[in-house]
């Protein structure tokens, strides 16, 4: 991206990491011209796609009328965030595998974000690693490439493009959350540090969303302080009633306070609901095939 794109959405790109949906669109509406309408357009149908409008972008972004690659891997992100059937997935795959074929569409920064996005979803770290990494400069490949090497245990890699990123972007709210994130993963003193970053994000910006809050619980939650965490929980739930990751984190941080049954599964069962693809339920019901498999091996 050049510099110039960069300050046209600063504004609007931050709001959208910092889970700020509504006043990301009401930044973008602010942007009356612009030299990159595909740029806005991304970003725009991004916010509605964490908001769970899932519909209403597969129908805005059909893809025999969406000619920008980046609108069309948006497409494709939405389907795969939609369906929870593996035949789905595997369409959407390939239908991104062909896009990152042509070479031409990986010189624009959007449209690897977006391609990494699902290659996440996906689980095809490597690849999105690989992708990212053309893009060396761009905050948003970067918080994404930290959070892949998060997942894959590279702590170490994840703090080094982290110490990396601050030398040139330590005002960035994107550097920021990408920083503290891996302070979670450290833990010891930094669980703080990440603390304190969350919660200054959410006073800068004068927005304190269901992600900033569910981050702080997270962090809470590894401080030991559940009840603090549930509180937190229960402000994010009531901003935002369906948020998958409030969900989430509402479960687990009823088992560790070794809450009722009925509570786990009131919210286990609403995040199946509200989004069947979270990695969290994904992960639960893989545990859950592998628990009776060995069950019935055992059985016999």
């Keep these: 991206m050049t510099e110039t794109l960069v300050d046209e959405f600063y504004t609007a790109r931050n709001l959208l990491y910092l889970g700020a949906y509504p006043q990301t669109l009401q930044a973008l509406a602010q942007v009356t011209r612009t030299s990159n309408e595909t740029e806005k357009q991304t970003i725009k149908y991004r916010a509605y796609l ?11 972004l059909n893809p025999s009328t969406s000619v920008s690659p980046a609108l069309q891997a948006l497409y494709h992100l939405a389907k795969y965030l939609q369906s929870s059937d593996n035949g789905a997935k595997e369409t959407v795959e390939k239908a991104v595998e062909e896009l990152i074929a042509v070479q031409n569409n990986l010189v624009n920064g959007t449209f690897v974000v977006i391609v990494g996005m699902v290659l996440v979803n996906l689980q095809k770290y490597e690849e999105a690693l690989k992708l990212l990494a053309m893009h060396p400069k761009s905050l948003e490949c970067i918080a994404i490439s930290v959070y892949i090497l998060l997942q894959i245990n590279r702590v170490d890699m994840a703090q080094k493009l982290v110490a990396r990123t601050r030398g040139w972007a330590e005002d960035s709210p994107i550097a920021q959350i990408a920083e503290a994130w891996a302070n979670l ?28 809050l569910n981050s702080l619980a997270v962090v809470k939650m590894h401080l030991g302080q559940l009840q603090e965490a549930e509180e937190v929980l229960e402000d994010a739930l009531a901003k935002e009633s369906n948020n998958p990751d409030t969900l989430a984190n509402l479960v687990v941080c009823a088992n560790l306070a070794a809450k009722p049954l009925e509570e786990k599964y009131r919210y286990l069962s609403q995040l199946k609901d509200v989004a069947p693809n ?23």
Excluded: R, W
Excluded at 186 to 201: D, P, Q, T, W
């Design 50 to 60: 964490s908001q769970g409008n899932y519909k209403m972008v597969l129908t805005d």
């Design 185 to 212: 993963y450290v833990g010891g003193n930094k669980y703080m540090e990440a603390s304190y970053i969350f919660e200054e994000l959410a006073q800068a910006s004068s927005v304190s969303t269901a992600c900033l």
């Design 278 to 300: 979270h990695p969290f339920v994904v992960d639960l019901d893989a545990k859950d095939a592998e628990f009776d498999t060995l069950a019935a091996k055992y059985a016999k």
